[in-house]
Structures are given as structure tokens and as C-alpha cells.
């Protein structure tokens, strides 16, 4: 391959075909199921899969098949084929996905979710790396190869739209289409990332992921905290003291013996290598706040907290209300959203087991206490190949 043409074909093509097509995308709110009630009438994911399909139409390569399929209640899925011209039987899948987090708050002025922002280079808007740009990144480098001539795999491309909620419908589009993925030889997962530029980085493990909503409830309603405040418990300290089961405060350690497992040897040294690498730039890349810092100062402590460690973080809350509308009251129930990272080959529901047995027994003060999961999966890691380390 002639390094210099690609470099500059892509950037020809990025610039020329993707950019406005991908600014396209960050414009419609293609929230999945978990985030916008009304996806079914809204339209959103579809509109986004169509667009990316039609996309990939326009590119014209030959043979190359390409569809949205809708099954009956399920969020709608991209298929791409593109025939390979290699002279052996191999294939390719490529995965990502099209939908989107939802909007959040604390967008910078002049910038916002649906809107795309071309800034120095950088790409700003929902969906501009996660995930949108993935089948463009995959046609890109097909497009590449056609360019010079040079013949590639068959290449099978998988686009969800249901990743942001655990992915509730991709096993039953992978069982539909079966026959026709075949036995793919390589899976391509354009969901994760890399450090820096200088280099091709790839993903050796991930960790595994579990959602749940923890509620505590000790009253039929609320009462005066001038009455009451002191003789009838909290529920938020109730919580404080049922999460301080599962978690050390000080260090942000979990303490379930069920989340310890000891790492392969191949991949402690690979984290040694990769630390030895990014260097103090893994602390460079956390938006924090002037004064604050990470955990640790030392790469090889936050790689491993990042890749094989476990982690506990409250993403959501019910039961308090705003601050504005906040009275002088004692709630009579709180309920947190907690999202658990977990090792890559810890078993999820083993930990879903542990966590609701921790939980749900022995209840200060007689709480009602209810832990129940919304999403569970199991980690992932890489089979050994000494050609990646």
C-alpha cells in the first residue's frame, strides 16, 4: 500500500463524504429504548440507521448488500455485506452501533447534543465517536483498499441500536442472520479506543457490566424533619450504610471476595507495556476540575483499576426531589441507579447473586430494602496471541 495516497485519500474523503454525513447523524436523538419511551413513534433510531445505510449505498461498491431490518417490537439493525476478493474464504464482521446517550446537561455555550460542531479538527455533537462513526470508519478503510486495488476478506457489517441499553435485541437479529454471517474469522469492534494517534491500539479485554436499582423505604409518607428528624432513620443513610457493605469510601475499593480473580500473566505484562507507553497522559485525558486528582499518579495502578479492576458509581437517583422544590421533610423512600464495572472473567450473575444476598439481609432498622438488576453482562477477553503483546 502507498502510504501517501491513503493519507490522502482519506483525509480527501473524510472531509468530503463523511464529515457532512456524520454531522447529519449527530442532528437526529436517536435514543434507544431506555431513554426515549416513545422511540417507536419518534422514529429516530430508524431514521438514523437509514441514513447510514443509504450512506453506505452512495458508496457503490460492488455487489455490496446492504439493508435496515426491523423485527416486530425490536429497535431496528443495519446488515452490510460486501463480497470479498480474496482468493481464500475468509470473513470479516465489523460491529458498532447507532444509538445514543441521551442529552445530559453541562454542554459548553454554543455546543449541544444534536448539534455538530466543527472545531479545529474535532468532531462535536451526540454520536460523533460513540458510536456513529464506526460503519464510516469501516467503509473508509474498504474504500481505501478499492482505491489501490487491493483485494480484502469478505466483510460483514453488524450496526444495533440498542447498545446504550445492553444491547436487549442483538442476539435475536445475530440468531435471523445466522445463516448469512456465517463463520466470521475476525470480529472488528469499533466501540473502544486508543491513547494517542502514534499507534494501532487494541482492546485485549473488557470489563463486564452490571445496572441495578437499590431502594430503601421506611415511611408512607413524608414527614417534618422538626418533628421526627433524629428519631426516625434516613433512608439516604440507610443506603450510605447498605452501599458501605460492598464498598470501602476511603478507597473506592469493592469488597465482594466474588469480583477477585487473578489476572493472566500475558496480560499484567501487556498492562505494564501499555503503561510504560501512554505514561501520565491517562491522567492528561480525565476532565478534572483544577485541584483535583486521580487515585493514583502511577499509570500502571489506573490501567489496572481501568481494565481488570471492579468499580461502583451512582448514576441516578429517585426519591429526591430538586433542590428548588427541596422541603424541610424526611423522604420516605430512596432509590439509587448503580452501574458496577466488573473483571473481565468474573461471572455477572455470581456478583448479582452476592450483591442482592448483601443487600437484602439484615435490614437496619427493619428498611425495606429491594436490589434489582436491570442489565447484566459478563466480561470479555482476548484469546492469547503473542503477535498483540
Request: hydrophobic fraction near 40%.
Amino acid at each position: 500500500m502507498d502510504s501517501i495516497k491513503l493519507a490522502s485519500y482519506i483525509e480527501h474523503f473524510w472531509a468530503e463524504s463523511v464529515i457532512p454525513t456524520l454531522s447529519e447523524f449527530i442532528r437526529i436523538p436517536a435514543k434507544n429504548t431506555a431513554f426515549d419511551a416513545q422511540w417507536q413513534n419518534n422514529k429516530h433510531l430508524e431514521h438514523a440507521a437509514n441514513l447510514v445505510s443509504n450512506w453506505i449505498n452512495e458508496q457503490q461498491l460492488p455487489k455490496a448488500e446492504v439493508k435496515v431490518i426491523t423485527l416486530k417490537d425490536k429497535t431496528p439493525f443495519l446488515y452490510a455485506e460486501i463480497p470479498g476478493s480474496l482468493p481464500i474464504d475468509k470473513t470479516i464482521i465489523f460491529y458498532g452501533h447507532l444509538d445514543k446517550m441521551p442529552e445530559s446537561e453541562g454542554w459548553t455555550e454554543g455546543y449541544g447534543p444534536w448539534k455538530p460542531v466543527l472545531e479545529h479538527d474535532s468532531l462535536y455533537g451526540r454520536g460523533a465517536s460513540d458510536n456513529g462513526c464506526s460503519p464510516f470508519i469501516a467503509m473508509a478503510a474498504l474504500k481505501a483498499l478499492e482505491q489501490q486495488s487491493i483485494p480484502h476478506a469478505r466483510c460483514v457489517f453488524l450496526f444495533e441500536c440498542g447498545e446504550e441499553n445492553g444491547s436487549p435485541d442483538f442476539s435475536d437479529y445475530i440468531e435471523q442472520l445466522k445463516e448469512k454471517i456465517g463463520n466470521p474469522d475476525l470480529i472488528i469492534c469499533l466501540d473502544s479506543g486508543g491513547d494517542d494517534f502514534e499507534r494501532l491500539w487494541i482492546t485485549n479485554s473488557i470489563r463486564g457490566s452490571i445496572a441495578a436499582n437499590l431502594s430503601v423505604a421506611m415511611l408512607q409518607q413524608a414527614i417534618h424533619s422538626g418533628s421526627f428528624g433524629g428519631i426516625t432513620a434516613s433512608t439516604f443513610r440507610i443506603i450510605r450504610q447498605l452501599l458501605a457493605r460492598i464498598e470501602n469510601a476511603d478507597t473506592g475499593e469493592l469488597l465482594l471476595p466474588e469480583l477477585y480473580v487473578e489476572i493472566p500473566a500475558e496480560h499484567k505484562e501487556a498492562l505494564k507495556t501499555a503503561a510504560k507507553a501512554i505514561g501520565t497522559d491517562i491522567i492528561k485525558n480525565i476532565p478534572l476540575l483544577s485541584g483535583c486528582a486521580a487515585i493514583s499518579n502511577d499509570p500502571e495502578v489506573l490501567l489496572h483499576r481501568q481494565t481488570w479492576g471492579s468499580s461502583l458509581a451512582v448514576i441516578g437517583a429517585n426519591g429526591l426531589p430538586p433542590i428548588e422544590q427541596a422541603g424541610n421533610v424526611i423522604r420516605p423512600f430512596t432509590t439509587l441507579k448503580l452501574n458496577l464495572r466488573i473483571p473481565p472473567v468474573v461471572n455477572a450473575e455470581k456478583v448479582v447473586i452476592a450483591l442482592k444476598k448483601t443487600f437484602e439481609t439484615d435490614q437496619p432498622y427493619g428498611a425495606k430494602v429491594s436490589f434489582v438488576t436491570t442489565a447484566k453482562a459478563n466480561g470479555w477477553v482476548m484469546p492469547k496471541m503473542s503477535w498483540c503483546y
